[in-house]
């Protein structure tokens, strides 16, 4: 399964339209998906990738069964739009979209707009056009595997 994400998630080096030169190219392959041995013989996947056409920063989760449990991927602000119509046209009309007001540290107001597409077997596709500030946006594919883990982290991380 990694092998296959690895594949799938693999984007040809271009600079300017035209194929990379060889400082570029080793660059690129640097910073392609990779995959490894994650906590409890899942295997996680990390590394550039696209969507869209769009650039993104990916985080692959495989559960030991060799199920998808995660795709979650840090895109530009400027590509959120783009990759939002691109998923609507996907997957059809959102199951959910939320819009909430956030504030950044210098006062400044933002609308948050939350975009959820819920799958017949449990499995969630949310979009969210700001992850933590306004330059970044995340699409995030989870299934309900993934959602327990992430759940039982924040009820046991021992945060106050």
């Not at 013989?41 to 990390?46: A, F, R, S, T, Y």
């Amino acid at each position: 399964m990694p092998d296959q994400v690895i594949e799938s998630l693999k984007v040809a080096c271009e600079q300017a339209g035209k194929p990379c030169d060889e400082f570029w190219q080793k660059l690129h392959n640097d910073n392609a998906v990779k995959c490894g041995a994650g906590q409890q013989g899942k295997q996680v996947c990390n590394g550039r990738t696209t969507i869209a056409g769009e650039k993104a920063a990916a985080n692959v989760v495989i559960g030991s069964g060799g199920r998808l449990e995660r795709v979650w991927l840090t895109i530009s602000n400027y590509a959120y739009e783009t990759v939002l119509t691109e998923l609507t046209k996907k997957y059809g009309k959102p199951s959910a979209v939320k819009r909430y007001g956030v504030q950044n540290g210098f006062g400044a107001a933002f609308t948050q707009v939350d975009t959820v597409w819920n799958g017949a077997d449990g499995q969630k596709l949310s979009v969210s056009k700001y992850a933590g500030n306004t330059e970044e946006s995340t699409v995030y594919f989870s299934s309900r595997a993934d959602r327990a883990a992430q759940s039982s982290k924040k009820e046991t991380s021992g945060d106050l």
